[in-house]
């Protein structure tokens, strides 16, 4: 039987290390400090930024939510990071993406102080990841290099292969992989033979945003499976083929007219040796490490040791 990664257990183990860093600082000097920025009133974006202000409530960490309306500039949002970068009290600004089309997101996120840059976007911090120099590091990759790290999966001299090369999953991901010694295969729209690509991975990770693209087929025995992919299904007959070895969630899809798939077909995975499922894998870890670049921040700025 293969080993399920529990997101959610490592996402607790996290959090519980976090939360005494928290009571010291807030002890010696201060709370930690993040502040979100929602543009406009894209409802799935309002939703996580809800889940991540409620995490700093839970932790005891200080955030702010600074709403600009959807007709914002680039202009007026560079202003407003600039009076966040200034603020003492804030360690994080965290601008939730999307932003709406007139919005240049580049140079948003190139406005954005450094040390406060806790998503990691800044090019200060991709320099710093890419020469493996300590720095926030993108919160998803992060979070499924925390998971391996914790389940004991070896990574040095493993052959690692990344399918999708987006600057917040796929290319961090290779880079923080190489920088654990694993040899990386980065996989894209372009790839020739995926299948043959994905055969060859002792650590295989998904993250195209396609339910189940990847077959049992394409994954070599005892591999390990990290699916970073989060999709919805609502078509009846393609969750009846996802979902078969799955009976109460195909139940549960019945009954509420969708359920979440990640990148890999969900019921071809008994000869591997690990995966993580969805939902209940990766995505638990993101919103934790968000949590741990603050504190992280918090503790640099106010000088803990
Ligand atoms: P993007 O859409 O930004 O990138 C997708 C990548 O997949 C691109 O590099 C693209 O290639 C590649 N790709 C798309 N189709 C194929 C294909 N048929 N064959 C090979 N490669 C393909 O997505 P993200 O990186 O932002 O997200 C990926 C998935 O991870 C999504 O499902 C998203 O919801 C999920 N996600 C989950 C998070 C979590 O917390 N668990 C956090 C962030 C994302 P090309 O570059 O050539 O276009």
């Known amino acids: 039987m293969p080993k399920i990664l529990d997101g959610k257990w490592v996402r607790g183990e996290i959090l519980n290390e976090l939360a005494p860093r928290v009571q010291k600082l807030t002890a010696a000097k201060r709370p930690p400090g993040l502040a979100v920025v929602l543009v406009g009133d894209n409802p799935a974006s309002a ?21 600009p309306p959807e007709s914002v500039t680039t202009a007026e949002l560079i202003a407003l990071i600039q009076q966040l970068n200034a603020r003492p009290d804030l360690d994080g600004i965290l601008v939730q993406m999307p932003l709406p089309p007139q919005v240049d997101s580049q140079t948003v996120i190139a406005a954005l102080s450094p040390e406060k840059d806790v998503d990691g976007f800044h090019p200060f911090n991709t320099g710093a990841l890419v020469a493996n120099r300590p720095g926030p590091r993108p919160c998803t990759p992060a979070g499924v290099i925390e998971l391996l ?13 990344v399918l999708g090369r987006s600057d917040i999953v796929g290319k961090p991901m290779a880079m923080m992989l190489l920088h654990q010694h694993a040899t990386v295969t980065i996989c894209h729209s372009n790839t020739q033979d995926l299948p043959g690509e994905c055969l060859r991975a ?3 990770v998904a993250a195209i945003g396609r339910a189940a693209f990847v077959r049992g087929s394409w994954i070599r025995p005892g591999a390990t499976v990290i699916d970073v992919g989060i999709n919805r299904v609502t078509d009846a007959r393609l969750a009846a083929d996802l979902l078969r070895n799955a009976p109460d969630r195909l139940a549960a899809f019945h009954k509420n007219g969708s359920t979440l798939v990640g990148d890999v077909h969900p019921s071809e995975l008994e000869h591997v040796y690990a995966y993580t499922p969805v939902p209940g894998g990766v995505g638990p870890l993101t919103i934790a490490m968000l949590m741990a670049n603050t504190v992280a921040s ?8």
């Open 47 to 67: 939703i996580y930024v809800r889940n991540k202000v409620q995490a700093c409530r839970e932790l005891g960490i200080h955030s702010e939510k600074f709403t």
């Open 149 to 161: 790290r914790r389940y004991g999966i070896p990574l040095r001299g493993k052959r690692a292969v």
């Open 202 to 204: 002792d650590i295989l």
């Open 298 to 305: 918090a503790e640099r700025r106010l000088g803990a040791d």
